[in-house]
């Protein structure tokens, strides 16, 4: 059985290296920024969005700061822990708000140095 595949294996490797290498020319295709209408409501629409997910983020800090108030004043660990991670959930949501278009012009480079 191997004299069998030996002949054809050989007979492949010649023929994929008689196959010359194809290299895909350079391609290079930024954002435009004029390619759509409505590219300028969009981005009205997305900083209103980012503007009202700070907004709730305050608010959820807020009730959340309650919260573990209440608890650790009422000797309840349960509500007080629920609290503290309410703070750090608000927390981080605040600074996805606020740092997204600097993460996405982060991984934008990134990706485009690839």
Not at 59 to 74: E, K, M, T, Y
Not at 92 to 112: E, S
Request: net charge neutral; charged share 5%.
């Amino acid at each position: 059985m191997l004299s069998v595949l030996s002949p054809v294996s050989s007979v492949l490797s010649l023929a994929v290296a008689a196959v010359p290498a194809i290299v895909p020319m350079d391609i290079n295709i930024p954002p435009n920024s004029n390619g759509l209408p409505g590219i300028d409501q969009l981005r009205t629409i997305v900083g209103a969005v980012m503007t009202v997910g700070l907004i709730l983020s305050v608010l959820a800090l807020i009730v959340a700061a309650v919260v573990w108030g209440f608890g650790a004043n009422s000797s309840n660990p349960h509500l007080a822990s629920r609290g503290k991670f309410g703070v750090l959930v608000s927390c981080g949501a605040a600074i996805i708000c606020g740092a997204a278009v600097t993460l996405i012009n982060f991984f934008w480079n990134v990706g485009q140095s690839v």
